[in-house]
């Protein structure tokens, strides 16, 4: 009789935890979504109202740029010390944690959500930032809380709820569900045969699916349709992905802390004075701002879409200019990820080979921005599938990923470690240095 009773339990016990799992991934997914949709209709809202007020006020971005990166580094400072960088650091540094009172310290969903107002204030500000790593952090935060509610504490359980959340946040970003699939498996975790699943592909989907349902079939970029290269074209490809390798590389040199060198008297510098230190990027980036035309504030979307259709609306120095002011925007310590001012530099290299014969503009952007999206990132892949499935131009598959991985290798080259996992090493050293006594 007794085994009798035990049985029904056990089934009921059985049925509730698989169904508990699906609900934590399914509804944490649909929830990664919403909240990813809304903080991008505020973050472009508020860099729109920068943008606006520059346009009457050239000379604004001298006094509310500094003083609005001092704002920021100071209640960064202050009240938010985790929520500083891109928040990709942060969710690998969780998944590889083996402690859950370090995952709850760093996906604290107040750690997150001040991430994503800060993030929206760099905006505001005119910070060269763009909010896709803020948007990975809020997506695993929400999807962890979300699991751990439940009760779901298992060490496989709750690295596929990170990775699914994480993932889920790229898809809603930027309406690219199978980027943020080859996001997670490549960039967030590479272990797909033990950290990957049917749960955490469902969840990504679903993300994606939100944005889907809600905004309609749209391509970030636009219908771009670039062609596959031929001919003289072809040499544009390595070329690429030398050029992107080089600026990758050399862009993971200047913003990876480092205790040597020049760069480490500045990181100690920064240590030692944060909000004056933020202040003068501040000034530094506005300078560099009027002397672009205004044109490296925010995300660079614009400028890259006009450069996509043909139409440009900057000199060749705007490459010179957006990758300064994406390493000073970096630098200054403030919260903000740097997916879309990468793509800015990238599809800013193509004027650069215009000399090849029957080159074509817009799929030298688009080679532009996979190499060096792979040279900063040393993932070459998770670079080339985030552009096409921005401009739906799946021709050039096999160009851009050839373009990426060059542009890995030679990024490798000058950097040798990758800039999220680096970063990522960092701060857990530094949550490990503060618990020893």
């Known amino acids: 009789m007794g085994s009798n009773q035990r049985r029904p339990s056990r089934f009921v016990y059985g049925w509730w935890r698989t169904w508990r799992q699906r609900i934590a991934f399914w509804v944490g997914a649909l929830l990664v979504g919403l909240v990813a949709l809304a903080f991008t209709w505020i973050?472009?809202?508020?860099?729109?109202?920068?943008?606006?007020?520059?346009?009457?006020?050239?000379?604004?971005?001298?006094?509310?740029?500094?003083?609005?990166?001092?704002?920021?580094?100071?209640?960064?400072?202050?009240?938010?010390?985790?929520?500083?960088?891109?928040?990709?650091?942060?969710?690998?540094?969780?998944?590889?944690?083996?402690?859950?009172?370090?995952?709850?310290?760093?996906?604290?969903?107040?750690?997150?959500?001040?991430?994503?107002?800060?993030?929206?204030?760099?905006l505001l500000v005119g910070g060269s930032v763009g909010r896709e790593g803020p948007t990975v952090h809020i997506g695993a935060s929400i999807i962890h809380a979300f699991g751990t509610r439940l009760g779901l504490h298992g060490r496989r359980t709750v690295s596929g709820l990170i990775l699914a959340g994480g993932a889920a946040g790229i898809a809603a970003a930027f309406n690219t569900p199978l980027a943020g699939i080859v996001f997670a498996i490549e960039e967030l975790s590479r272990t797909f045969e033990q950290r990957f699943s049917g749960l955490v592909l469902t969840a990504v989907v679903i993300g994606g699916m939100v944005t889907l349902g809600l905004m309609g079939h749209y391509s970030y970029f636009g219908e771009i349709g670039a062609l596959l290269p031929h001919g003289w074209q072809?040499?544009?490809?390595?070329?690429?992905?030398?050029?992107?390798?080089?600026?990758?590389?050399?862009?993971?040199?200047?913003?990876?802390?480092?205790?040597?060198?020049?760069?480490?008297?500045?990181?100690?510098?920064?240590?030692?004075?944060?909000?004056t230190f933020a202040a003068t990027c501040g000034l530094l980036l506005a300078i560099i701002g009027l002397l672009s035309g205004n044109h490296v504030f925010g995300t660079g979307y614009a400028e890259t879409r006009a450069l996509l259709e043909g139409h440009p609306v900057t000199g060749d120095s705007f490459l010179f200019f957006k990758f300064l002011a994406n390493v000073v925007s970096y630098?200054?310590?403030?919260?903000?990820?740097?997916?879309?001012?990468?793509?800015?530099?990238?599809?800013?290299?193509?004027?650069?080979?215009?000399?090849?014969?029957?080159?074509?503009?817009?799929?030298g952007a688009l080679l532009g921005m996979g190499a060096y999206l792979g040279g900063v990132t040393r993932s070459p892949l998770t670079g080339s599938v985030i552009v096409l499935e921005l401009s739906h131009s799946p021709d050039l598959a096999i160009p851009l990923l050839a373009a990426g991985l060059i542009a890995s290798t030679v990024s490798g080259w000058i950097a040798p470690v990758s800039l999220y996992h680096a970063l990522a090493q960092q701060l857990s050293r530094k949550v490990e240095d503060a618990r020893a006594p």
């Open 331 to 363: 630098l200054a310590g403030i919260p903000g990820g740097l997916f879309s001012p990468s793509l800015s530099v990238g599809a800013a290299l193509s004027p650069l080979l215009s000399f090849i014969p029957e080159f074509d503009t817009q799929t």
């Open 43 to 122: 973050a472009d809202h508020a860099y729109a109202i920068f943008d606006a007020a520059t346009g009457r006020h050239p000379w604004l971005p001298l006094v509310v740029t500094p003083t609005g990166f001092a704002l920021l580094a100071w209640l960064s400072h202050r009240w938010f010390a985790q929520a500083r960088g891109s928040g990709i650091p942060q969710v690998i540094a969780a998944l590889e944690s083996p402690t859950r009172r370090f995952r709850r310290q760093v996906l604290a969903l107040p750690v997150a959500i001040a991430r994503m107002t800060l993030t929206t204030g760099a």
């Open 234 to 275: 072809w040499a544009s490809v390595p070329a690429f992905g030398v050029l992107g390798g080089l600026l990758g590389g050399l862009y993971v040199k200047l913003v990876l802390p480092s205790d040597r060198g020049w760069i480490g008297k500045l990181c100690a510098i920064r240590g030692r004075w944060p909000i």
